[in-house]
Nanobody, 121 residues
Framework: VQLQASGGGMVQPGGTLRLSCVGS????????MAWYRQAPGKQRELVAV???????YFADPVKGRFTGSRDGAKNTVYLQMNSLKVEDTAVYYC????????????????WGQGTQVTVSS
Protein backbone atom coordinates (compact mmCIF):
# COMPACT_ATOMS: atom_id res chain seq x y z
CA VAL A 1 0.00 0.00 0.00
CA GLN A 2 1.27 3.41 -0.93
CA LEU A 3 -0.27 6.74 -0.07
CA GLN A 4 0.68 9.88 -1.92
CA ALA A 5 -0.27 13.21 -0.41
CA SER A 6 -0.20 16.49 -2.28
CA GLY A 7 -1.72 19.94 -2.39
CA GLY A 8 0.18 21.76 0.31
CA GLY A 9 1.59 25.22 -0.14
CA MET A 10 1.84 28.67 1.30
CA VAL A 11 -1.21 30.85 1.71
CA GLN A 12 -2.21 33.93 3.61
CA PRO A 13 -4.54 33.77 6.61
CA GLY A 14 -8.07 33.28 5.42
CA GLY A 15 -6.91 31.41 2.34
CA THR A 16 -7.84 27.96 1.12
CA LEU A 17 -6.04 24.79 0.13
CA ARG A 18 -7.18 21.34 -0.88
CA LEU A 19 -5.05 18.37 0.03
CA SER A 20 -5.30 15.10 -1.83
CA CYS A 21 -4.22 11.62 -0.86
CA VAL A 22 -4.11 8.90 -3.49
CA GLY A 23 -3.90 5.27 -2.44
CA SER A 24 -2.43 2.51 -4.57
CA UNK A 25 -1.78 -1.15 -4.09
CA UNK A 26 -3.83 -3.77 -2.31
CA UNK A 27 -5.53 -2.34 0.73
CA UNK A 28 -6.86 -4.87 3.18
CA UNK A 29 -9.14 -3.94 6.03
CA UNK A 30 -8.90 -0.25 5.34
CA UNK A 31 -12.25 1.46 5.28
CA UNK A 32 -11.26 4.96 6.26
CA MET A 33 -8.57 7.54 5.73
CA ALA A 34 -7.41 10.16 8.14
CA TRP A 35 -5.43 13.34 8.02
CA TYR A 36 -2.92 14.14 10.73
CA ARG A 37 -0.71 17.16 11.10
CA GLN A 38 2.49 17.93 12.92
CA ALA A 39 3.67 21.41 13.63
CA PRO A 40 7.30 22.14 14.59
CA GLY A 41 7.97 21.11 18.17
CA LYS A 42 4.54 19.54 18.58
CA GLN A 43 3.17 16.05 18.51
CA ARG A 44 1.32 14.72 15.51
CA GLU A 45 -2.40 15.27 15.94
CA LEU A 46 -5.48 13.87 14.28
CA VAL A 47 -7.25 16.42 12.11
CA ALA A 48 -9.93 14.52 10.23
CA VAL A 49 -11.33 11.08 9.49
CA UNK A 50 -13.15 10.23 6.29
CA UNK A 51 -14.73 6.78 6.20
CA UNK A 52 -16.01 4.82 3.24
CA UNK A 53 -19.40 4.77 4.96
CA UNK A 54 -19.62 8.53 4.72
CA UNK A 55 -18.76 9.14 8.35
CA UNK A 56 -16.52 12.13 8.92
CA TYR A 57 -14.82 13.52 11.98
CA PHE A 58 -13.04 16.81 12.41
CA ALA A 59 -11.00 17.93 15.35
CA ASP A 60 -12.31 20.93 17.23
CA PRO A 61 -9.60 23.36 16.00
CA VAL A 62 -10.65 22.81 12.37
CA LYS A 63 -14.36 22.07 12.74
CA GLY A 64 -16.43 24.33 10.55
CA ARG A 65 -13.43 25.28 8.40
CA PHE A 66 -12.24 21.95 7.01
CA THR A 67 -14.28 19.43 5.08
CA GLY A 68 -13.45 16.03 3.70
CA SER A 69 -14.53 13.93 0.80
CA ARG A 70 -13.53 10.84 -1.09
CA ASP A 71 -13.57 9.58 -4.64
CA GLY A 72 -13.68 5.81 -4.53
CA ALA A 73 -13.10 5.45 -8.25
CA LYS A 74 -9.82 7.33 -7.91
CA ASN A 75 -8.87 5.91 -4.49
CA THR A 76 -8.48 9.48 -3.38
CA VAL A 77 -9.51 11.41 -0.31
CA TYR A 78 -9.51 15.15 -0.06
CA LEU A 79 -9.20 17.64 2.73
CA GLN A 80 -10.64 21.02 1.85
CA MET A 81 -9.19 23.65 4.13
CA ASN A 82 -10.92 27.00 4.26
CA SER A 83 -10.35 30.08 6.40
CA LEU A 84 -6.84 28.95 7.14
CA LYS A 85 -5.14 30.29 10.21
CA VAL A 86 -1.48 30.71 11.10
CA GLU A 87 -1.90 27.92 13.64
CA ASP A 88 -2.83 25.51 10.84
CA THR A 89 0.77 25.62 9.69
CA ALA A 90 2.12 22.07 9.80
CA VAL A 91 3.11 19.08 7.76
CA TYR A 92 -0.04 17.19 6.89
CA TYR A 93 -0.02 13.42 6.57
CA CYS A 94 -2.64 11.07 5.25
CA UNK A 95 -3.12 7.73 6.92
CA UNK A 96 -5.02 4.56 6.16
CA UNK A 97 -6.97 2.80 8.87
CA UNK A 98 -10.25 1.35 9.97
CA UNK A 99 -13.28 3.04 11.41
CA UNK A 100 -15.86 1.31 13.54
CA UNK A 101 -18.63 3.25 15.19
CA UNK A 102 -18.14 1.53 18.54
CA UNK A 103 -14.38 1.89 18.52
CA UNK A 104 -13.68 5.01 16.54
CA UNK A 105 -10.74 5.29 14.15
CA UNK A 106 -7.88 2.82 14.32
CA UNK A 107 -4.75 4.03 12.55
CA UNK A 108 -2.80 1.47 10.57
CA UNK A 109 0.81 1.93 9.64
CA UNK A 110 0.07 3.29 6.19
CA TRP A 111 1.29 6.84 5.81
CA GLY A 112 1.73 9.29 3.01
CA GLN A 113 4.94 11.27 2.80
CA GLY A 114 3.52 14.50 4.17
CA THR A 115 2.76 17.81 2.52
CA GLN A 116 3.73 21.16 4.00
CA VAL A 117 1.03 23.73 4.68
CA THR A 118 2.24 27.19 5.63
CA VAL A 119 -0.15 29.96 6.55
CA SER A 120 1.57 33.29 6.83
CA SER A 121 1.01 36.92 6.02
Amino acid sequence: VQLQASGGGMVQPGGTLRLSCVGSGTIHNINAMAWYRQAPGKQRELVAVIADSGYTYFADPVKGRFTGSRDGAKNTVYLQMNSLKVEDTAVYYCNGGRYRSELGYLSYDYWGQGTQVTVSS
